[in-house]
């Protein structure tokens, strides 16, 4: 069976998508989910880095830890394939690891240039797919390989939803607009607003 290791930030389950994307192929499937700006992003360490009078060296302390984490979830999975999503949490040497047993895949769902420390990411990496088309081009016009690659709806959290009554009618924001509330209710009262 086919092992893919997923790390990606939490972002609107789209890690968990992916996810169960892969698994309807049949493949085994490890995700790693991180938090931003620094993992874990809860509790007294989300304190500690709103009143930290150097964020900076708060964060690369706990990246650090987070590369020793993910290198011994890595090394217990044993996988074929890692699915890298931006990535800003993890060091290049942190990739070149994993590509010595692995094939590694970077897709960047943000554009490359919101995250500078991921610009280099590309180097390291088997394929890189990016959502923007300028970061496409920029890599590109480098010489190397970079490839367009667009987010997909998941129809499990995106689908259209049906509505017992096709009126809507909104009118509380401002004062001048309740008189044309009033109108529009005097016109129309047969009609229910919602």
Not at 21 to 40: A, K, R
Not at 101 to 116: E, G, Q
Not at 162 to 186: G, H, I, P
Request: charged share 20%; glycine share 4%; aromatic share 20%.
């Amino acid at each position: 069976m086919y092992k893919v290791f997923i790390i990606g930030p939490n972002f609107f389950n789209f890690n968990q998508s992916i996810r169960e994307s892969f698994q309807t192929l049949g493949w085994d499937i490890c995700l790693e989910s991180y938090d931003e700006p620094i993992h874990p992003f809860k509790g007294l360490l989300k304190w500690q880095h709103k009143f930290s009078l150097n964020r900076e060296k708060l964060k690369e302390k706990h990246t650090n830890k987070y590369q020793n984490y993910i290198t011994e979830k890595f090394l217990q999975f044993g996988p074929d394939l890692v699915i890298v999503l931006n990535g800003t949490i993890l060091k290049s040497e942190t990739l070149v690891f994993f590509k010595q047993t692995a094939k590694v895949v970077l897709w960047m769902y943000d554009s490359v240039f919101r995250f500078p420390k991921c610009l280099n990411h590309i180097d390291f990496v088997d394929y890189a797919f990016f959502y923007e088309q300028k970061d496409v081009a920029y890599y590109q016009a480098l010489g190397k390989e970079a490839y367009f690659l667009s987010q997909a709806a998941d129809t499990n959290i995106y689908y259209p939803i049906k509505y017992s009554n096709d009126r809507c009618f909104v009118c509380w924001r401002f004062v001048s607009l309740s008189k044309t509330y009033c109108v529009a209710y005097e016109n129309y009262r047969e009609v229910h607003f919602t």
